[in-house]
């Protein structure tokens, strides 16, 4: 069980991870946001096409793992940085796959392109 500062702590502690990347390993830093770190971003309206309310789902889940991903790179700037110019540059699946992983979501992900 998770004490109430264990949780705070999380949004001050580096997290250094990994994954794979067509057979090589790719590693990133990131920190989880309090609620006043979070990017401010409008709201998605219900009205908009599903493909356009999905890239903008989309987009808001990339600027929060950017967020994440810079806040560490502050706060640990020796560590395995990725900067903002290179996470707009990344192949698109490995962003995902960062994502992903940051947002603890991998195994859902990947349970989704199985058979």
Known sequence: IWSMDELVALTDEVQIDE??????????????????????????SEDLPEEEKMGMYQEIGSQRVLKMIQKANKKNPEGPVITAEHWGLLPTTLRYTIANKILGVEELAQSSFRD
């Open 19 to 44: 994954v794979v990347f067509r057979e090589g390993i790719v590693e990133f830093q990131f920190c989880e946001l309090t609620e006043s770190e979070e990017p401010k971003l409008l709201a998605v």
